[in-house]
């Protein structure tokens, strides 16, 4: 996506760009580069999970996040997935949040 | 006979500073020097720098050629149209091949816009890079501007090398006030001093230094040990609230868990992150990560070749402006870092790796 104009199918996304088992690669590795995904959906999940979200991946080329109560929408890589979430869940998705941060502190520490 | 090589990606630089900080003077020191020859430089208007007595030969009516091999041509109307024009001129022999484009920006313009249209446009980004980010700052009145002005934070925030010039004008007092402010705001990016007889221009657009030298640099220097270091002015009426600061961590990171963190930050307050830039233990990597982000824009994660030396932990520098750093650091451990069991974290991934690099 343009960070300036937010239109859609821009660059690209930076974190698909570092050399790993199964993310440069489009035709070899497939079994690889389906791990890889479902690592990213199951991360994303834990995420997205605090905002009442899922994510699924979808015929390995994009990914379907959806609302508890079904509204869905496709994205294309994880540079899309904030901006969808944050119409989604129609409130801002802010890491900083403190109460966001307490509980996955608390998470953690169980 | 050396057929001269285009880059796959030619760099641009960007050449910013606050009004009257001597981003003019430095140009035109940059196009007489042979260290640029291989350059064409994207500035305002010809008639400010004063190129007739190098001028060999005009192409049209926006671009000439310098005596030093310089390609430099006026921007009217969009930048990207500029680049797009240079491209095309160069694809079909009409000017030198040039391997490096510098652009002037003008004194309040917040540099962002520009690296953003060179990752995000079309063409551009197929052809072309970002460069360092090159901050001149003026010692006499800049320890004003940056406590009065945000452009000039941001401006120094963002840089890559930041040439301070007119420091022969200014009392010692004055200029080493003004390194310490701009150490504050930006404590890793190189400081070159223009008057310095040893002032080297190929140093201002030395890529290597800057990314891999400036990481070093931090760890190694006065910001390693402490986690956080609130670096604003001392109370001043107008006090900055651009922060540096640098967060190590012991616990590797896990790769798409940091993605998915930063982006998640960058969304919400990507115009208050000046600068992300670090060298990260990857979970299941062997080689450290270096990632390098202003504001909206992260650029193509680098995979070094080594560790500089035996210390494992991510570093990584963050400038932001007005964001609660406390908060920041907390998010991050909480987000970002690998919480898989110590045993099978690193296994079936590295077997993998290996599989991959012996195919």
Redesign the interface.
């Known amino acids: 996506m343009c960070s300036l104009c937010g239109v859609l199918g821009g660059n690209e996304h930076w974190a698909d760009a570092v050399a790993r088992p199964g993310v440069y690669t489009r035709n070899v590795e497939r079994i690889d580069r389906r791990r890889e995904r479902a690592n990213r959906v199951r991360i994303a999940n834990a995420m997205l999970a605090r905002f009442g979200l899922t994510i699924s991946d979808w015929q390995g080329a994009s990914f379907v996040l959806a609302t508890r109560t079904g509204k869905s929408e496709i994205i294309e890589d994880l540079g899309h997935l904030w901006p969808a979430a944050e119409r989604l869940c129609g409130r801002p998705c802010d890491p900083l949040d403190p109460g966001l941060i307490a509980a996955a502190e608390a998470a953690i520490d169980d | 006979m050396t057929e001269p090589q285009i880059p796959r990606l030619t760099p641009i630089n960007l050449l910013t500073g606050f009004l009257g900080s001597g981003k003019t003077t430095l140009l035109a020191r940059l196009l007489a020097d042979p260290a640029l020859s291989d350059a064409a430089v994207l500035i305002n208007e010809f008639g400010e720098v004063g190129l007739d007595h190098h001028l060999v030969e005009r192409i049209d009516d926006t671009m000439v050629l310098l005596q030093s091999g310089c390609l430099c041509c006026t921007v009217r109307g969009e930048l990207a149209d500029a680049i797009k024009d240079l491209h095309s001129k160069r694809e079909r022999g009409l000017v030198p091949p040039f391997r490096r484009i510098v652009v002037e920006s003008t004194g309040l313009a917040d540099p962002f ?1 520009v690296l ?2 060179i ?2 446009d ?1 063409v551009l ?1 197929h052809h072309f890079r970002p460069g360092n980010v090159i901050t001149t700052v003026d010692a006499v009145n800049g320890l004003r501007q940056l406590g009065a002005y945000v452009e000039s934070n941001r401006q120094v925030a963002v840089a890559d090398r930041l040439v301070i010039t007119k420091a022969d004008l200014a009392p010692a007092a004055d200029v080493s006030g003004l390194v310490e402010k701009l150490r504050g705001i930006n404590p890793d990016a190189p400081l070159l001093t223009a008057s310095d007889p040893s002032f080297d221009v190929a140093a201002l657009v030395d890529e290597n230094l800057g990314l891999r030298a400036a990481v070093l640099q931090s760890t190694s220097g006065f910001y390693c040990e402490a986690p956080i270091q609130l670096a604003t002015a001392q109370g001043g009426v107008h006090q900055s609230a651009v922060t540096s600061f640098v967060m190590s961590v012991e616990r590797a990171i ?4 940091f ?7 960058l ?4 115009d208050r992150v000046l600068r992300v830039k670090g060298i990260l233990n ?1 979970a ?2 062997e080689r450290p ?1 270096a990632i390098h ?1 202003v ?7 680098v ?1 070094m070749e080594r560790w500089p030396d035996e210390d494992r932990r991510s570093r990584i520098v963050f400038i932001v402006d007005g ?2 750093v406390e ?2 650091k ?2 991050f451990e ?2 970002a870092l690998d ?1 898989s069991p110590v045993e099978d974290a690193a296994g079936p ?1 590295r077997s ?2 290996e ?2 690099s012996s195919s």
């Open positions: 816009p953003s249209t990752k995000s079309p980004r896990d790769w798409t868990a993605g998915i963190w930063l982006t998640m930050l969304n919400r307050h990507g990857i299941g990597e990560v982000g504001q909206h824009l992260v650029h193509t994660p995979h964001l609660d908060l920041l907390r998010s909480a987000f919480r991934k993998l790796q599989r991959q």
